[in-house]
């Protein structure tokens, strides 16, 4: 029996992948070899430990699809298939770095390599969709997870809170938990289990996180935007497990 084509090829999905890859690695290579040409990458602690971290990131996600994802490189020809669970947690890896705000920052860019990624979720769910047995929950799903992923905090230098470097700490520590579940949630897409990702861990994790993020830093600045997402994941997330439930109910 001949397999059927999808309606989306993985090719597709996988080149809007790796445009996300080049756009936010260029983006964050630009902002590091710029301040290291200003001598600005050690500046003062948070750039140093900021430049460490994103560094790794961005070695660890060439790494990971330099030596581990050839499955990847081949379906960028339509010669293969994709894998979904490196492909996604690649990257999560590669998002760590776009979550820290260092010196030299260009945010329209980075915001062009998360559309990059969200066209990819969004073909993937086409593509799911002729074998989906709750289309609803798929839709939602992908809703939700796009929101949840705007309400990840971004790292920012706060010089002015009389508490900064506990600040930070827990600014990172949010971040990393977020970038997390949301890579967790991602795969679970990808790898076609994405009709319900109103998971209640990251949900906590993250309407407690931001919660206390948006509390310590609300006297230097209102982060609005998290502020905002935060507040529409929680809506999301309340008014999907109750719309589950009467769909199941009704079932």
Request: aromatic share 12%.
């Amino acid at each position: 029996m001949t397999k059927q084509k999808p309606n989306v090829p993985h090719a597709v999905i996988s080149w809007f992948f790796l445009l996300y890859f080049v756009i936010l690695l260029a983006e964050r290579l630009q902002s590091l070899l710029r301040a290291a040409a200003a001598d600005q990458l050690f500046m003062d602690a948070f750039e140093g430990v900021a430049s460490i971290i994103v560094s790794l990131s961005l070695l660890s996600a060439v790494a990971l699809l330099s030596f581990c994802s050839k499955p990847f490189w081949k379906s960028l020809t339509g010669k293969a298939e994709p894998d979904d669970n490196r492909m996604t947690v690649t990257a999560g890896v590669i998002l760590v770095s776009g979550m820290i705000h260092t010196v030299y920052t260009i945010p329209g860019i980075q915001f062009a390599a998360y559309g990059m990624l969200i066209v990819a979720m969004i073909l993937r769910a086409v593509q799911l969709m002729p074998e989906s047995k709750n289309r609803f929950g798929l839709w939602y799903s992908l809703i939700y997870l796009t929101v949840f992923s705007m309400a990840i905090p971004v790292v920012y230098k706060h010089d002015t809170l009389t508490n900064a470097t506990l600040f930070h700490v827990i600014e990172y520590c949010v971040m990393f938990a977020l970038v997390c579940s949301f890579t967790l949630m991602l795969r679970r897409l990808f790898l076609g289990r994405g009709e319900n990702l109103l998971l209640w861990l990251p949900f906590v994790i993250m309407a407690v996180g931001d919660a206390v993020v948006l509390w310590m830093g609300w006297t230097a600045e209102v982060n609005t935007f998290v502020l905002i997402f935060a507040a529409l994941s929680v809506v999301l997330f309340i008014a999907g497990k109750i719309l589950f439930a009467i769909q199941k109910n009704s079932a």
